[in-house]
Nanobody
């Protein structure tokens, strides 16, 4: 089992910044990716960004490229999501996700991730 604890989030004005963090603990010896998804009310869970553990590659959904940056602290099994120039459409619950045994390389798919955090609310006011 892997436990994910998220921190950060909150309320910010449009154009502002927030930083999310997620720490993994437990059986984390086979980490392939850690990433972030988000879900707005009435919408499906959407891929935001992910970090590949073996080569440090990062991937983003198009709508956040140039505004969000995902990074990691590998010894601490932590990932961060720096979110700049936030827009009202970024408002959602953000979930941290961990990929281990289910990894196939389809980083945009929730099914490639085995464990999920409880989520943290990000609200951007216009």
């Amino acid at each position: 089992q892997v436990q994910l604890v998220e921190s950060g989030g909150g309320l910010v004005q449009s154009g502002g910044s927030l930083k999310l963090s997620c720490s993994a603990s437990g059986r984390t010896f086979a980490t392939y990716m850690m990433g972030w998804f988000r879900q707005a009310p009435g919408k499906e869970r959407q891929f935001v960004a992910t970090f590949y553990w073996n080569n440090d590659n990062t991937y983003y959904t198009n709508s956040v490229k140039g505004r969000f940056t995902i990074s990691s602290d590998k010894p601490k099994k932590t990932i961060n999501l720096q979110m700049n120039n936030l827009k009202s459409e970024d408002t959602a619950i953000y979930y941290c996700a961990y990929s281990g045994p289910s990894f196939t390389g389809n980083y945009r798919s929730p099914s490639d991730y085995d464990y999920w955090g409880k989520g943290t609310q990000v609200t951007v006011s216009s």
